[in-house]
């Protein structure tokens, strides 16, 4: 339980902090969002419990593929704000987009050998 608090405590402090510095430099705090920060504490947690380098391998490389289908997401919230449609609408959309995305790599996948 201890484990996870700690986890959850610095993963949150990353949050604010990078969301801290958004307000002042959007750049710099996006800069500091866009590090893949939580999927390299993701992998370090993961090998501090179970440190197996094929168990780590298929994590990354199914990382990597999640990845892709989010990106758009980042284009889209932009565009929907700038057309004058309200925060709250533009990331649920967003959100919607990246679902759909996830849901398509996951079923198309497979039928190229992608194993997630």
């Given at each position: 339980?201890?484990?996870?608090?700690?986890?959850s405590?610095?993963s949150?402090?990353?949050?604010?902090?990078?969301?801290?510095?958004?307000?002042?430099?959007?750049?710099?705090?996006?800069?500091?969002?866009?590090?893949?920060?939580?999927?390299?504490?993701?992998?370090?947690?993961?090998?501090?419990?179970?440190?197996?380098?094929?168990?780590?391998?298929d994590?990354?490389?199914?990382?990597?593929?999640?990845?892709?289908?989010?990106?758009?997401?980042?284009?889209?919230?932009?565009?929907?704000?700038?057309?004058?449609?309200?925060?709250?609408?533009?990331?649920?959309?967003?959100?919607?987009?990246?679902?759909?995305?996830?849901?398509?790599?996951t079923?198309?996948?497979?039928?190229?050998?992608?194993?997630?």
């Amino acid at each position: 339980m201890l484990s996870l608090l700690l986890k959850s405590a610095l993963s949150g402090v990353m949050i604010a902090v990078a969301s801290t510095i958004a307000r002042r430099n959007p750049g710099f705090g996006a800069l500091l969002a866009s590090l893949p920060l939580v999927s390299v504490l993701g992998m370090i947690w993961l090998w501090s419990e179970k440190p197996d380098a094929e168990n780590m391998a298929d994590h990354a490389r199914a990382t990597f593929w999640y990845v892709l289908p989010s990106l758009p997401m980042f284009l889209l919230i932009p565009a929907l704000l700038r057309h004058g449609v309200g925060f709250w609408p533009a990331l649920g959309l967003g959100c919607l987009l990246t679902i759909a995305l996830y849901c398509a790599v996951t079923w198309i996948g497979p039928r190229f050998g992608l194993v997630l």
